[in-house]
């Protein structure tokens, strides 16, 4: 494990953030740095669609869910 040095304002947000998130710090931290790269390596994907992409490889059951999945236009269009 290494050591990231961010400023004094990001990780004020990210401690805001962890705690809206139910995440330590640390998560919070790892998860925003673990979207960016995957936003950055599939720049044609929403921010919804890296999630579900990331759900399915986790073979995750939706319908195991007590709650209303919502398609976006691009999906049901």
């Known amino acids: ?3 990231v040095k961010i400023s004094e304002g ?3 947000e990210i401690r ?3 705690s809206v998130m139910s995440r ?3 998560s919070q931290a790892e998860f ?3 979207m960016g790269m995957l936003a950055e390596l599939n720049p044609n994907l929403t921010y919804s669609e890296i999630i579900q992409q990331q759900l399915k ?3 995750f059951d939706m319908s195991r869910c007590d709650l209303e999945v919502v398609q976006s236009e691009k999906q049901t269009g």
């Open 1 to 3: 494990m290494g050591i």
């Open 10 to 12: 990001l990780h004020e």
């Open 16 to 18: 805001k953030s962890s």
């Open 24 to 26: 330590s710090i640390n």
């Open 32 to 34: 925003w740095m673990k």
């Open 57 to 59: 490889e986790q073979a």
